[in-house]
Nanobody, 127 residues
Framework: QVQLVESGGELVQAGGSLRLSCAASGGTFSAYNMGWFRQAPGKEREFVAAISWRGASTYYADSVKGRFTISRDNAKNTVYLQMNSLKPEDTAIYYC????????????????????WGQGTQVTVSS
């Protein structure tokens, strides 16, 4: 069983950048495909990005494509989300998640495919 801890969220102005990190422990990190999700106030949790266990494949929601980049460092048991050109609508709690199910977009976007979740980190983008 893997434990996940996100960090890096903060208040940033529109147009700015942030890098979120998600540190994993308690499992074989390289065995998991990883995802980032977000949940804004009053809205359902939604998929942001995913990366395969070796980092060879990535997949993004249309709303963040070209602005966000997911990456991982298996030696550090960490997955990252680089967020550029941030918009106020990116304001949300960001969660990382892990799954041992196959990396098969677009099914990879499904929340139910992920078995382990972090506690989330708040990202606020001011206009």
């Amino acid at each position: 069983q893997v434990q996940l801890v996100e960090s890096g969220g903060e208040l940033v102005q529109a147009g700015g950048s942030l890098r979120l990190s998600c540190a994993a422990s308690g499992g074989t990190f390289s065995a998991y495909n990883m995802g980032w999700f977000r949940q804004a106030p009053g809205k359902e949790r939604e998929f942001v990005a995913a990366i395969s266990w070796r980092g060879a494949s990535t997949y993004y929601a249309d709303s963040v494509k070209g602005r966000f980049t997911i990456s991982r460092d298996n030696a550090k048991n960490t997955v990252y989300l680089q967020m550029n050109s941030l918009k106020p609508e990116d304001t949300a709690i960001y969660y990382c998640a892990a799954t041992r199910r196959g990396f098969t977009p677009p099914q990879t976007m499904g929340i139910i495919r992920y078995d382990y979740w972090g506690q989330g980190t708040q990202v606020t983008v001011s206009s």
